[in-house]
């Protein structure tokens, strides 16, 4: 409660506010000072900057920066009757020609969240994968081009710039039937595209075979101490020239791991863990085969336990 002037008792007196009408009284008399105020605070908690006066939240949902027009829309209501009134028609008409590009926008955006959450990605990589659909949708470059494939890319190079990659074959798993083939050329065209933008080449971050070993470990749920094996062993691996792609290294090690424990997994399993066919792992066991004495780790396996292991 706050103390003001009562025209009726004649000196300051304590007030009561009334919310659910929106009266001020005074506590003394009970005359109503103010009716029908308007209350300015926030609808709901907002945990954000709690210290200070300033409450931006008042009504709307959150801004989006990649959106012109974000939580401040009005929507022109539609008259009744089948005449109707000229003027409101025709700015129900225009603000449909005109909300076009951003339902669109928030349609993808909507997509691409879609997809984080089922491959478990943290916001900056949706946040910078919106980024870049809205770098595309600015150029007009998305018209004529498979939406689904465009998004999909989006979220793959935006993984790739956030040192967190995901394979094409992850992407695609979760991608609204995009083939591996059309998110490669969209991959190509948005970097092409994004290139022209800036001048210079678009940074996609380098891939190592490390970046998913803890993934596809979690994926054949392998013990602790394998896990942290097979990372030593992926490290090792890069000091040889091994010519595989790190998705391949990294399903070889796997491989090599489990067949120096107790708990031994098919190939079968890891090829569905990882993505990778069973043959190609098969022929990078043939390259990393003579590495195996430097790549494994010496408190894990011993020469004795190697030289049991399958010759190519």
Same mark, same amino acid.
């Given at each position: =409660?706050?103390?003001?002037?009562?025209?009726?008792?004649?000196?300051?007196?304590?007030?009561?506010?009334?919310?659910?009408?929106?009266?001020?009284?005074?506590?003394?008399?009970?005359?109503?000072?103010?009716?029908?105020?308007?209350?300015?605070?926030?609808?709901?908690?907002?945990?954000?900057?709690?210290?200070?006066?300033?409450?931006?939240?008042?009504?709307?949902?959150?801004?989006?920066p990649l959106l012109a027009d974000s939580a401040l829309t009005t929507v022109i209501a539609k008259t009744n009757g089948?005449?109707?009134?000229?003027?409101?028609?025709?700015?129900?008409?225009?603000?449909?020609?005109?909300?076009?590009?951003?339902?669109?926008?928030?349609?993808?955006?909507?997509?691409?969240?879609? =997809?984080?959450?089922?491959?478990?990605?943290?916001?900056?990589?949706?946040?910078?994968?919106?980024?870049?659909?809205?770098?595309?949708?600015?150029?007009?470059?998305?018209?004529?081009?498979?939406?689904?494939?465009?998004?999909?890319?989006?979220?793959?190079?935006?993984?790739?710039?956030?040192?967190?990659?995901? &394979?094409?074959?992850?992407?695609?798993?979760?991608?609204?039937?995009?083939?591996?083939?059309?998110?490669?050329?969209?991959?190509?065209?948005?970097?092409?595209?994004?290139?022209?933008?800036?001048?210079?080449?678009?940074?996609?971050?380098?891939?190592?075979?490390?970046?998913?070993?803890?993934?596809?470990?979690?994926?054949?749920? =392998?013990?602790?101490?394998?896990?942290?094996?097979?990372?030593?062993?992926?490290?090792?691996?890069?000091?040889?020239?091994?010519?595989?792609?790190?998705?391949?290294?990294?399903?070889?090690?796997?491989?090599?791991?489990?067949?120096?424990?107790?708990?031994?997994?098919?190939?079968?399993?890891?090829?569905?863990?990882?993505?990778?066919?069973?043959? &190609?792992?098969?022929?990078?066991?043939?390259?990393?085969?003579?590495?195996? &004495?430097?790549?494994?780790?010496?408190?894990?396996a011993k020469e004795e336990d190697l030289k049991n292991l399958s010759s190519p």
């Amino acid at each position: =409660m706050s103390d003001a002037y009562c025209t009726d008792c004649k000196k300051e007196t304590e007030l009561v506010v009334d919310h659910s009408a929106g009266d001020t009284l005074c506590s003394e008399c009970g005359l109503v000072l103010e009716s029908h105020s308007i209350d300015e605070t926030s609808e709901w908690r907002t945990f954000a900057n709690e210290s200070s006066n300033a409450d931006p939240n008042r009504v709307g949902g959150p801004t989006n920066p990649l959106l012109a027009d974000s939580a401040l829309t009005t929507v022109i209501a539609k008259t009744n009757g089948s005449s109707g009134d000229f003027l409101s028609n025709s700015l129900g008409r225009w603000q449909n020609r005109n909300g076009n590009n951003e339902r669109g926008l928030l349609q993808a955006f909507k997509t691409i969240a879609t =997809m984080s959450d089922r491959l478990g990605l943290v916001g900056t990589i949706k946040d910078r994968a919106n980024e870049i659909f809205k770098r595309l949708e600015d150029q007009k470059s998305t018209r004529g081009r498979n939406q689904d494939a465009l998004l999909a890319a989006c979220l793959y190079i935006s993984c790739r710039q956030e040192d967190k990659p995901r &394979t094409i074959k992850e992407i695609c798993s979760v991608a609204n039937g995009a083939t591996k083939k059309e998110m490669g050329r969209a991959k190509d065209f948005i970097v092409k595209t994004l290139g022209l933008e800036t001048g210079h080449s678009v940074e996609m971050g380098a891939i190592h075979a490390g970046d998913f070993m803890k993934r596809f470990c979690s994926n054949l749920g =392998m013990s602790h101490q394998a896990v942290r094996a097979a990372e030593e062993a992926v490290k090792k691996s890069e000091e040889f020239d091994i010519r595989r792609s790190p998705i391949s290294i990294a399903a070889v090690v796997i491989y090599i791991i489990t067949q120096l424990s107790d708990d031994k997994k098919p190939l079968k399993d890891i090829a569905i863990a990882t993505g990778v066919a069973e043959g &190609t792992i098969r022929n990078s066991y043939k390259d990393l085969y003579p590495h195996l &004495t430097k790549i494994a780790p010496s408190w894990y396996a011993k020469e004795e336990d190697l030289k049991n292991l399958s010759s190519p």
